[in-house]
């Protein structure tokens, strides 16, 4: 059971990226070979599933965001046959991301079967966390006098 489609990777990377990854042969109605594209999200669920299968029972059933990146991810590598950096480094991250689940440092993330709850938006746009000001105003009117 793969965890991502191919609606999945057209979402994410747009179809024509899959033009590009999976071409179709020539005289095709389609734009892209789906077989292939299909197959290579085949293979990164069984490879995400090699990991994760050390702390769950595999397949994990439910559309759990983190889950389909990693498989998009896994599978984008594979097809990208460049070799591009940007790509390759997104499939260290999304093995990475597996074996630390598998060793417990991460989670599948919120949904039926995440083992963390999901954070809630936050409203008015960015935030920004930082320690207490050394300098306030009244230590700096000191010194610009």
Same mark, same amino acid.
């Given at each position: 059971?793969?965890?991502? !489609?191919?609606?999945?990777?057209?979402? +994410?990377? !747009?179809?024509?990226?899959?033009?590009?990854?999976?071409?179709?042969?020539?005289?095709? !109605?389609?734009?892209?070979?789906? %077989? !292939?594209?299909? +197959?290579?999200?085949? #293979?990164?669920?069984?490879? /995400?599933?090699?990991?994760?299968?050390?702390?769950?029972?595999?397949?994990?059933? &439910?559309? =759990?965001? /983190? @889950?389909?990146?990693?498989?998009?991810?896994?599978?984008?590598?594979? =097809? #990208?046959?460049?070799?591009?950096?940007?790509?390759?480094?997104?499939?260290? +991250?999304?093995?990475?991301?597996?074996?630390?689940?598998?060793? &417990? +440092?991460?989670? =599948?993330?919120?949904?039926? $079967?995440? #083992?963390?709850?999901?954070?809630?938006?936050?409203?008015?746009?960015?935030?920004? /966390?930082?320690? #207490?000001?050394?300098? $306030?105003?009244?230590?700096?009117? %000191?010194? @610009?006098?």
């Amino acid at each position: 059971m793969a965890y991502a !489609t191919v609606q999945d990777m057209i979402e +994410r990377f !747009t179809e024509a990226e899959l033009r590009a990854l999976a071409p179709a042969p020539a005289g095709a !109605t389609v734009s892209y070979a789906a %077989a !292939t594209v299909e +197959r290579a999200l085949d #293979d990164a669920s069984a490879e /995400l599933d090699s990991y994760l299968a050390v702390k769950f029972p595999v397949p994990i059933a &439910g559309g =759990l965001p /983190l @889950l389909i990146k990693a498989a998009c991810d896994l599978a984008r590598e594979a =097809l #990208d046959r460049q070799g591009r950096e940007p790509i390759r480094d997104a499939g260290k +991250r999304a093995r990475q991301w597996a074996k630390d689940v598998a060793a &417990g +440092r991460a989670t =599948l993330g919120s949904g039926p $079967d995440g #083992d963390a709850e999901a954070v809630p938006p936050i409203e008015g746009g960015v935030q920004v /966390l930082a320690p #207490d000001s050394v300098f $306030d105003g009244e230590a700096l009117e %000191a010194f @610009l006098r």
